[in-house]
């Protein structure tokens, strides 16, 4: 049982980004920086947090997340693309069509799992409510996985082990619990956690080292952190209405980087929360879960093996 008292700073802006729909925080320790996109402006913002120098690289196409494979080479989650690029240089190194039958569609939410495999997922570009949305998984041989279907809004996902995690259909306000087999096959899927229009729906996740679950409130300006059994123990209030995503980092790994966006704020949601958009940091007492950079075979020939 779990008897830490969750003890958080009152947030703290470290840049006004004024991002229409930020998402995809990363956190590489070895660069001291904390990554971030925005979605609808197709573009990736880094903020060192040794120098606090900002950098914005813009994009092509809209991208949902990047995770890091080694120094400056990342893979990108684009609209119906993954991408392994050298972000310094900006050399494509290699990409991957994702869905091309649903040119409407477009990745959303993608983290890697404690083997190091790339877990993202697709929904409806045009946000209708229909369940046009899949969750796949990219192995170390670039084997890609469809898991699961017929989601509207996918996002997470946060994983417990290599086996077990969980993932959300934003738009159902459903967090899922889910198992799978070594083989990525679907074992079990329940529901964990059911929001209500009061608390906004669910979006992006993480866990802490003794796998309390962080969720962000889009529409509730706020995250709530719920144990392993599905009971709220902490909630940490933010100044801004569309809170997207976050990720533990900085200091021990114990600093929460929360994502924000402007998307579908009325101005009178803009008044009252007006620095949406921004990046915010909170100190906490809490170490969150590493996240081991994407791997594959560098001997293997970068080519997609489709499911």
């Known amino acids: 049982m779990n008897k830490l008292q969750i003890k958080t700073s009152k947030p703290e802006v470290i840049w006004k980004a004024n991002t229409l729909l930020g998402e995809g925080t990363l956190w590489v320790p070895s660069q001291s920086s904390i990554f971030f996109v925005d979605i609808k402006k197709k573009k990736i ?17 809209e991208i949902g997340f990047l995770s890091h494979i080694k120094k400056n080479i990342f893979i990108l989650g684009l609209k119906s693309e993954l991408r392994v690029i050298n972000l310094k240089t900006k050399k494509t190194l290699n990409s991957f069509k994702i869905e091309k039958d649903k040119p409407f569609n477009r990745l959303n939410d993608g983290k890697t799992d404690p083997a190091g495999r790339l877990w993202f997922g697709s929904m409806d570009n045009l946000e209708r409510n229909i369940p046009n949305g899949s969750l796949y998984c990219l192995d170390k041989k670039l084997k890609l996985t469809k898991v699961d279907k017929k989601y509207i809004i996918t996002n997470g996902p946060a994983f417990i082990n290599e086996k077990n995690f969980y993932h959300t259909d934003s738009r159902k306000k459903n967090i899922y619990k889910i198992k799978v087999n070594s083989k990525l096959k679907l074992i079990e899927k329940k529901i964990f956690l059911k929001f209500n229009k009061k608390i906004g729906s669910p979006d992006g996740m993480t866990l802490d080292v003794k796998n309390n679950l962080w969720v962000c409130h889009y529409g509730g300006a706020c995250i709530t952190v719920y144990n392993s059994k599905g009971k709220k123990i902490h909630k940490i209030d933010l100044p801004a209405k569309n809170i997207t995503n976050c990720t533990f980092g900085g200091v021990n790994n114990s600093e929460l980087f929360i994502t924000s966006a402007i998307k579908g704020l009325k101005t009178s949601d803009i008044k009252k ?25 560098a001997a293997s020939p970068l080519g997609l093996h489709r499911p």
């Open 273 to 297: 929360y007006p620095l949406s958009g921004s990046l915010f940091k909170i100190k906490t007492n809490c170490k969150g879960k590493i996240f081991r950079p994407f791997k594959f075979k």
């Open 45 to 61: 913002l880094i903020f060192n947090l040794k120098t606090n120098n900002k950098k914005i690289i813009k994009l092509d196409k």
